[in-house]
């Protein structure tokens, strides 16, 4: 059991590349997100999915999109990579229906945008 | 969610019980305690929650006071792999479909002692 993984560890960019964050839970969740978290600051939410087939905006969205491929992946896409986001992100989910909001979180994706 | 308040920082011996205290004196009837932790440049973890009642797993212990006011988290036999900030969060239970931010406040940086 794996958990939650995601992949690329570690990523450059050029200013205007694009790329696609992957990540994965084998946990059979429902809810997954995505964060963001910058140097000394805590988590920001970017977008997040309740269920297969849904996805909404968190706290910032601007200069994302993601897509929930199934009930197992959700993608994090940067069409036009800026300095602004270099970051780290993390890829976390959650089991509903619990009415409990206990979230797992994968190891993250370390991206930095030149 | 109800105002968390942690000490900054605390030691601990390496194989003695590690005790971090959290405040939540604005803490409702519906609203639980949780408690994560974030190894450096790792993702966040997951470690317990409560809503009375103290809680145990395999990672800790959550004693919640009877006035629910405040709590302690304790790691029984601390060992240099728990060196970490410990993150202390209240919040209400969540219907199914919903999906909120997890906010971390500043938390407390936890340095187990060789």
């Known amino acids: 059991n794996a958990g939650v993984t995601q992949t690329p560890k570690f990523q450059v960019l050029k200013t205007g590349q694009s790329m696609t964050l992957q990540c994965a839970q084998d946990?059979?969740?429902?809810?997954m997100y995505w964060y963001r978290q910058d140097p000394g600051m805590g988590l920001r939410l970017i977008y997040y999915s309740a269920s297969e087939g849904t996805t909404d905006k968190g706290e910032v969205p601007n200069g994302y999109n993601v897509s929930r491929l199934n009930k197992r992946e959700f993608s994090l896409r940067l069409e036009s990579a800026a300095p602004s986001q270099t970051s780290v992100y993390f890829c976390?989910?959650?089991?509903?229906?619990?009415?409990?909001?206990?979230?797992?979180f994968g190891p993250g994706t370390r991206l930095t945008v030149l | 969610d109800a105002k968390t308040t942690q000490p900054p920082s605390m030691d601990c011996a390496e194989g003695r019980a590690a005790n971090l205290p959290c405040n939540h004196s604005?803490?409702?009837?519906?609203?639980?305690v949780y408690w994560y932790r974030q190894i450096h440049s790792q993702g966040p973890q997951y470690i317990i929650h409560g809503l009375k009642n103290n809680e145990t797993n395999e990672m800790a212990s959550l004693i919640i006071t009877e006035d629910r006011k405040s709590s302690t988290l304790i790691l029984p036999h601390a060992t240099l792999r728990d060196t970490a900030v410990y993150y202390c969060?209240?919040?209400?239970?969540?219907?199914?479909?919903?999906?909120?931010?997890?906010?971390f406040g500043s938390g407390t940086q936890l340095t187990v002692l060789p």
């Open positions: 946990m059979n969740h429902n809810s």
């Open positions: 976390a989910s959650r089991y509903l229906p619990s009415s409990t909001d206990t979230q797992y």
């Open positions: 969060i209240v919040r209400v239970g969540i219907s199914s479909g919903s999906a909120r931010q997890l906010t």
């Open positions: 604005t803490i409702s009837g519906n609203e639980y």
